[in-house]
């Protein structure tokens, strides 16, 4: 489901509900992603977006483990 919200418009699943939109502040464009959870936010510029496609599955696999910090309490 996607929903348009003040920190952008949202990505949501049963696991997890971000912001996403474009920052066009800085130097360069970069995609502003924010966790609707913890408020968390982070700024990736093309270099970073484009790193994420290349991503071997096996790195991306371990980012999503419920067992590291992002999932403990």
Same mark, same amino acid.
């Given at each position: 489901?996607?929903?348009?919200?003040?920190?952008? +418009?949202?990505?949501?699943?049963?696991?997890?509900? @971000?912001?996403?939109?474009?920052?066009?502040?800085?130097?360069? @464009? =970069?995609? =502003?992603?924010?966790?609707?959870?913890?408020?968390?936010?982070?700024?990736?510029?093309?270099?970073? %977006?484009?790193?994420?496609?290349? %991503?071997?599955?096996?790195?991306?696999? +371990? %980012?999503?483990?419920?067992?590291?910090?992002?999932?403990?309490?």
């Amino acid at each position: 489901m996607t929903e348009i919200h003040p920190a952008g +418009q949202v990505i949501e699943s049963e696991f997890a509900s @971000v912001a996403v939109k474009l920052d066009e502040t800085g130097n360069s @464009v =970069r995609l =502003r992603v924010e966790d609707l959870r913890t408020g968390r936010v982070r700024f990736l510029d093309a270099l970073e %977006l484009e790193s994420l496609v290349w %991503l071997a599955d096996g790195h991306l696999t +371990q %980012l999503l483990d419920p067992s590291h910090e992002r999932w403990r309490g």
